[in-house]
């Protein structure tokens, strides 16, 4: 099984950064789409950046500007450095990967899920 391990959460002040880091570790086929997702307390699950395997990103409306995603085909690994970081950003960052298994035929992509790691921005 594929497993993703976080790093990087924390406590920051407002207008501070963070790097936040994940790498899939375990047997899997190959990584394709990585990013992550955060929740803040009461609300729903969002996107805050995602990263294809060819490097095509996408970006949170709120996040655009200071949040900067990249990744490590080599390594497994995705990082999302975020500057500037405002209160509304605090909430629980979770690392999300798809297992990939590609035929001439057929596509298979399973989710996978990190623990997930706290952001906290004071004030």
């Known amino acids: 099984q594929v497993q993703l391990v976080e790093s990087g959460g924390g406590l920051v002040q407002a207008g501070g950064s963070l790097r936040l880091s994940c790498v899939a570790s375990?047997?899997?086929?190959?990584?394709?789409?990585m990013g992550w997702y955060r929740q803040a307390p009461g609300k729903q699950r969002e996107l805050a950046a995602i990263?294809?395997?060819?490097?095509?990103?996408k970006y949170a409306d709120s996040g655009q500007g200071r949040f900067t995603i990249s990744r490590d085909n080599a390594k497994n690994t995705v990082d999302l450095q975020m500057t500037s970081l405002k209160p509304e950003d605090t909430g629980v960052y979770y690392c999300?990967?798809?297992?990939?298994?590609?035929?001439?035929?057929?596509?298979?992509?399973?989710?996978?899920w990190g623990k997930g790691t706290l952001v906290t921005v004071s004030t």
């Open positions: 375990g047997s899997f086929f190959s990584i394709g789409t």
């Open positions: 999300y990967a798809e297992n990939v298994k590609t035929s001439l035929r057929d596509y298979f992509g399973m989710i996978i």
């Open positions: 990263i294809t395997s060819g490097g095509t990103i």
